[in-house]
């Protein structure tokens, strides 16, 4: 079965608020973890990564927060937007397996005006 | 260079036909990767090349699934004998080996 998975399908939030979209996964052997924001009729567009020896990264409105002792991920976007409303997938990926990802199965994130 | 392309992006076929995929990388990566996406799940590592050589191959290559990528720069994937089961969106990723994986729009495949 899938390694990576995630808490909720669908997340609404109104725009301005913050979201946090949850994942767990069950590989102790990834070392390497990455939130990828999908579109309709489009590829999977990277937003974020963080490796297994830090806890905490931050990006441009965005931050993933890896819990190593539950096996959890989360991606915070802060004030949410209209033009955040995609699908969201986490992916982890085994060391040394040269970015063969395995994907959880999305949340839909909705922004409500 | 704009980014991973793939063509064509749309392909329908009829059971039993074969059907053919290009992925063109970004042309510094000599990394390419092709990903399965069925609708509602998250995509699934198909295969991946170094440069022209193919590397690793998932278990959900089956016989009847072929990659190749002669000139270590664009990549075809084929399926032959078609099935229902093989409907999905196929993913085209490049990279380089210090980089994340970019992805292409990918092609959507029906078979009828």
Known sequence: GESVGLHLPTLSVQEGDNSIINCAYSNSASDYFIWYKQESGKGPQFIIDIRSNMDKRQGQRVTVLLNKTVKHLSLQIAATQPGDSAVYFCAENMAGSARQLTFGSGTQLTVLP | ?112
């Open chain 2, 1 to 112: 260079d704009t980014g991973v392309s793939q063509n064509p992006r749309h392909k329908i076929t009829k059971r039993g036909q074969n059907v053919t995929f290009r992925c063109d990388p970004i042309s510094e990566h000599n990394r390419l990767y092709w990903y399965r996406q069925t609708l509602g799940q998250g995509p699934e590592f198909l295969t991946y090349f170094q440069n022209e050589a193919q590397l690793e191959k998932s278990r959900l290559l089956s016989d009847r699934f072929s990659a190749e990528r002669p000139k270590g720069s664009f990549s075809t994937l084929e399926i032959q004998r078609t099935e229902q089961g093989d409907s999905a969106m196929y993913l085209c990723a490049s990279s380089s080996p210090r980089d994340d994986l970019l992805f292409g729009p990918g092609t959507r495949l029906t078979v009828t």
